[in-house]
């Protein structure tokens, strides 16, 4: 049974920071791509933050400079830092892994875990 677990969630103030983890298991975690998406309420999931299983990353514009995303293929686990936190970055956020090479085709989805910036 293939497993994508989000933590490190909650609520912290502006300026603050926060580290999300995604631990996935029943799958060969090296051979997917990862992404967080986030999504707010009203709308639509959007893609934060991805790392390739070559370690290449990329962000969305709002984040860049403020998020890094990282990957410990031995914990089968994606980390995603987030710094300098602001009010818009509150959402749900999701964990996503696509397979590549002989996992081609499979996608899975984590349950989401809520980050609410506030003061």
């Known amino acids: 049974q293939v497993q994508l677990v989000e933590s490190g969630g909650g609520l912290v103030q502006p300026g603050g920071s926060l580290r999300l983890s995604c631990a996935a298991s029943?799958?060969?975690?090296?051979?997917?791509?990862m992404q967080w998406y986030r999504q707010a309420p009203g709308k639509q999931r959007e893609l934060v933050a991805g790392?390739?299983?070559?370690?290449?990353?990329n962000y969305a514009d709002s984040v860049k400079g403020r998020f890094t995303i990282s990957r410990d293929n031995a914990k089968n686990t994606v980390y995603l830092h987030m710094d300098r936190l602001k009010p818009e970055d509150t959402a749900v956020y999701y964990c996503?892994?696509?397979?590549?090479?002989?996992?081609?085709?499979?996608?899975?989805w984590g349950q989401g875990t809520q980050v609410t910036v506030a003061s």
């Open positions: 996503n892994g696509q397979g590549r090479i002989i996992a081609t085709g499979k996608n899975y």
């Open positions: 029943g799958i060969i975690f090296s051979f997917y791509d």
């Open positions: 790392i390739t299983k070559e370690r290449s990353t």
